[in-house]
């Protein structure tokens, strides 16, 4: 079993190194990141841009009906 649990953390690291690698650091005194996501073209982007405004709306309306809370000055910040 505790081979099985070793083979198992190796492969979950190599797919972290191989997916989860879009956050780079700034600083490592700050211990802040940053995120570079890339388009193809002008199309892709401005699609990207009307789906975050469209869940920035969405969201909103959630709020006035539920408790929880998203940062939506944050995701327009981004899409800014």
């Known amino acids: ?6 083979k198992n953390l190796a492969y979950l690291k190599k797919l972290a190194d191989r997916y989860l ?11 802040t990141n940053a995120a570079q996501i890339k388009f193809v ?3 892709e982007l401005g699609c ?7 869940m920035c ?4 309306d959630q709020e006035t009906h539920n408790n ?3 940062n939506v000055s944050l995701i327009l910040e981004k899409v800014l």
């Open 1 to 6: 079993m505790k081979t099985n649990e070793i």
């Open 48 to 54: 990207f841009i009307t789906n975050m405004l469209k």
């Open 68 to 70: 929880q809370s998203i």
């Open 41 to 43: 073209n002008y199309y």
């Open 21 to 31: 690698s879009t956050l780079k650091p700034i600083d490592s005194t700050l211990e």
């Open 57 to 60: 709306i969405l969201t909103l």
